[in-house]
């Protein structure tokens, strides 16, 4: 169903832009969310959001998969597309993203292997902070208030935990120049000063005069963290990083 889809879809590429034929199902910090809401923004997509409630998942329950995003194609009946790489993938070739630019490839893994864990752990480097990560969930009122009670006596701590051993764990595997003696933030600043200077280089965008899928997670990343502390300061702490997001962000609205 979904192979029928996105090949009519590709035939017909206006198709995916009419009213009612996308959902997307997430989580407002979600940084994978993040990734695809951006990539949707940026080509104009339209799509109905559901904020899906992090403990009991309701909103997804009946999906048979419990992690987000979730891209459902196609209006209410059509298939579910999942995971956040898989779904841009998919999408790019139909709205004409170069999935082949030099570099992309490289700096998306980067994006998701490297460049989240290190958010996580500054997001989740006491429990205080952890805590202050799902502020976020008082601004959906159709969540019941013990339910948000409950994600944050309970979800924080278990992020806490999660953070500082498996995401550490993680990190170690994928980052070769990760030092679990250096601090995390100095180790998040690193990594964005990388992506500055390797991926982005002397060009407006990595992608050039225009964002390229690479510069779209990346800001997808950054943009669920807005409101955090750890979103400010990394903005304070990396002046280029913040033109280059005021740059990315004014080609949000132009036409593709």
């Not at 909103?59 to 597309?81: A, C, E, F, T």
């Not at 159709?142 to 935990?161: E, H, Q, S, T």
């Not at 990346?218 to 400010?232: F, K």
């Amino acid at each position: 169903k979904l192979d029928f889809y996105l090949s009519h879809y590709k035939a017909n590429p206006e198709a995916l832009r009419e009213e009612d034929e996308v959902t997307l199902y997430r989580y407002s910090s979600c940084p994978y969310c993040g990734k695809v809401t951006t990539f949707l923004d940026y080509y104009h997509i339209p799509y109905k959001k559901v904020e899906v409630e992090p403990m009991f998942k309701s909103q997804i329950s009946s999906h048979g998969y419990s992690k987000v995003p979730q891209l459902r194609v196609g209006g209410k009946d059509g298939p579910l597309m999942v995971d956040s790489d898989y779904i841009v993938s998919h999408l790019a070739p139909i709205v004409g993203a170069d999935l082949n630019l030099p570099g992309v490839q490289q700096w998306r893994v980067w994006a998701k292997e490297v460049f989240v864990r290190h958010i996580v752990l500054n997001i989740n480097k006491s429990l205080s902070d952890a805590y202050q990560g799902y502020a976020y969930i008082d601004s959906f009122e159709d969540i019941p208030r013990a339910n948000k009670w409950f994600l944050k006596i309970v979800g924080a701590p278990v992020m806490y935990m999660v953070a500082q051993t498996v995401t550490k764990k993680r990190l170690q595997r994928s980052d070769p120049n990760y030092n679990a003696d250096r601090a995390v933030d100095e180790g998040l600043l690193l990594e964005v000063e990388r992506w500055m200077k390797e991926g982005v280089a002397d060009s407006p965008f990595h992608g050039g005069d225009e964002p390229s899928l690479a510069d779209l997670e990346v800001r997808g990343i950054l943009h669920a963290m807005q409101g955090h502390i750890v979103y400010q300061q990394l903005l304070e702490d990396c002046p280029s990083l913040r033109d280059w997001l005021q740059r990315v962000d004014s080609r949000m609205s132009s036409e593709k």
